[in-house]
C-alpha cells in the first residue's frame, strides 16, 4: 500500500523516532501473542492431565482419546488442536512436566506449540527438552532450525549450559517471534471478529444446505464442513467440500469476509492442491479383475486353433506371413 504524504520534509531526528515506534510495536505484538500463546499451553496441560489421571486412576481406555477429539472438533469446527494426534500430544506434555507451576516457568513454556510437539517427539528426557527449548529461545530459532539442532545433536557438540533465555525473547524480528505471531493455535483460541463472521456465513450455507447445493449446480455432492487434512503434522481445514459425482471431481470452497486479498488466492490453491493429492476420486476404491477377452464373432476367422494352423486353415511360414504382398488385406488381429 501506497500512502501520499504529499511534499512532508521530516525534521531532525524523525528516522530515529519512527524506527524505535515501529521496534516498540513489534515487541508489544510479541508479547502479546507470548502471553496468550502460554494460556494456550496451560490449557493443553491441563487437558493432558486430565485425560493422564483418568486413564491411570479411573479405569479410562485408550479410545476415550478419539470420543474427546471427535466431541471438541464437533463443537470448535476448524480449530486446530484438537485432532487424536494433538490430544497424546497433550497427555505427553503433562506426562512430561507433571507439574503446572514448574512447567510455566520453563523455557518450553514460551514456546509455540509446534516447537513443543516438536520438542515431545524428538527427545527422550525433560533434561534434553529444556535445554533446547532455553536454546531455541535465545537465539530465537525457527522449528526447522529447532530440528535441525537436534538432529546434529547440538548439547553433545557445545556441552554448555544454554544461556538465560528470558533476556532475549523479547526480540521481534526473530524466527521464533516471526512463527509465535502467525501460530495459529492461539489465535483460534482468541476467535477474532474476522472467523467469527466467516463462521457465521459457513452456518447460513449449512442451515440451507439444500439450496446451497442447487446453486452450485446439478450432480454436486456435500462432503464436509471445516474438512481436515493434516500434511507433514500440520493440520488444514477446508472451509466446505463438495464432490461432483458425474465429472469426478472435488470442489473446494474457501470463505472470505472483506475485500478480496492476493493471499486468498494462494490459499485456495494449496487447498486445492492438498484435496487433490490426498482426496483424489477413485484412490481408495479396490482395483477389479480384468475383463474376459469378448467370445469371436462368428466368421472373422477367430476362434481356437488346432495345432499347425491359422485361424484359416494350414499355418503359412513366418517369414512368409512377414512379407505379404503390398496392397494385399491386412490380416484381422484375434484377442488372444
Same mark, same amino acid.
Given at each position: ?52 489421571? *483418568? ?5 479410562? $481406555? ?126 483460534? /483460541? ?12 459457513? *452456518? ?22 471445516? /474438512?481436515?487434512?493434516?500434511? $507433514? %503434522? ?31 488466492? $494462494? ?14 476420486? %477413485?484412490? *481408495? ?13 462368428? $466368421? ?9 494352423? %491359422?485361424?484359416?486353415? @494350414?499355418?503359412? @511360414? ?19
Amino acid at each position: 500500500m501506497t500512502i501520499d504524504t504529499g511534499n512532508f520534509s521530516a525534521p531532525d531526528g524523525y528516522g530515529e523516532f519512527i524506527a524505535d515506534l515501529k521496534r516498540r510495536v513489534r515487541t508489544t505484538q510479541f508479547r502479546a501473542v507470548r502471553a496468550a500463546n502460554t494460556e494456550v499451553l496451560r490449557l493443553y496441560w491441563s487437558v493432558g492431565r486430565g485425560i493422564l489421571d *483418568r486413564q491411570q486412576g479411573a479405569g479410562w $481406555g485408550a479410545k476415550v482419546v478419539d470420543q474427546i477429539s471427535a466431541d471438541m472438533r464437533r463443537e470448535f469446527p476448524g480449530q486446530r488442536g484438537w485432532s487424536t494426534r494433538s490430544l497424546k500430544y497433550m497427555r505427553k506434555l503433562a506426562d512430561a512436566w507433571p507439574d503446572e507451576a514448574e512447567f510455566v516457568q520453563q523455557a518450553a513454556a514460551q514456546m509455540p506449540w509446534g516447537h513443543l510437539m516438536l520438542l515431545l517427539d524428538k527427545l527422550d528426557t525433560r533434561d534434553d527438552r529444556e535445554w533446547y527449548a532455553a536454546k531455541a529461545a535465545a537465539h530465537g530459532w525457527s522449528r526447522a532450525s529447532l530440528e535441525f539442532e537436534i538432529k546434529t545433536d547440538l548439547r553433545k557438540r557445545l556441552g554448555s549450559a544454554p544461556s538465560n533465555f528470558t533476556a532475549t525473547l523479547d526480540a521481534a524480528d526473530s524466527d521464533l517471534a516471526q512463527q509465535a505471531v502467525k501460530d495459529t493455535y492461539v489465535f483460534e /483460541h482468541l476467535d477474532p471478529d474476522e472467523h467469527r463472521a466467516e463462521r457465521d456465513r459457513e *452456518r447460513a450455507l449449512m442451515d440451507r444446505i439444500q439450496e446451497t447445493l442447487l446453486e452450485l449446480g446439478r450432480d454436486m455432492a456435500f462432503v464436509g464442513r471445516q /474438512h481436515r487434512i493434516e500434511v $507433514g %503434522g500440520d493440520e488444514f481445514f477446508v472451509d466446505l467440500l463438495f464432490f461432483h459425482v458425474t465429472q469426478l471431481r472435488y470442489v473446494v470452497v474457501e470463505l472470505k469476509v472483506g475485500k478480496f486479498q492476493p493471499a486468498h488466492m $494462494g490459499q485456495i490453491g494449496t487447498y486445492v492442491a492438498m484435496v487433490d493429492g490426498r482426496r483424489r476420486p %477413485g484412490q *481408495r476404491f479396490e482395483q477389479r479383475a480384468p475383463t474376459p477377452p469378448a467370445a469371436p464373432r462368428p $466368421g472373422s476367422g477367430c476362434g481356437p486353433r488346432s495345432p499347425g494352423t %491359422g485361424p484359416r486353415g @494350414p499355418a503359412a @511360414p513366418r517369414r512368409a506371413r512377414r512379407r505379404a504382398a503390398p496392397g494385399s488385406p491386412s490380416r484381422r488381429r484375434c484377442p488372444p
